[in-house]
């Protein structure tokens, strides 16, 4: 009950002040609106260059590049070097499990 009466008051006293200082409220209400404005356009801006740059034909070219890039000559020694890699961390794995299972022994 407390708290509903003092809401009451609150608002009573806040409709009382605002007009009161009904200019002081309309200066304040001018400055912060371009500050609002300058930063929801910088979020939205922020939020839509993705989209932007989806639809750009520049951006779209240089991804194609760069998956042209991957398909040259260089791929084929990108896979050795990847199974050589496979190949070294399955014998780890292996020295790994004989190292646990002769200290469970």
């Known amino acids: ?11 009573v006293l806040g409709v009382i002040l605002l007009l009161i200082w009904w200019v002081p409220f309309l200066q304040l209400v001018a400055g912060a ?15 839509g260059f993705d989209e932007v740059k989806e639809k750009l034909p520049y951006f779209s070219k240089k991804e194609e590049g760069f998956q042209s890039t991957l ?13 050589k890699y496979k ?15 002769e200290e469970q022994s």
Request: charged share 30%.
């Open 1 to 11: 009950m407390a708290v509903f009466v003092g809401g009451i008051v609150a608002a």
């Open 33 to 47: 609106l371009p500050v609002m404005l300058l930063f929801g356009g910088v979020i939205a801006a922020y939020l």
């Open 71 to 83: 398909d040259t000559d260089e791929a084929p020694q990108y896979k050795e070097e990847a199974e």
């Open 87 to 101: 190949a070294e961390v399955e014998q780890l794995k292996s020295e790994l499990d004989k190292l646990k299972e």
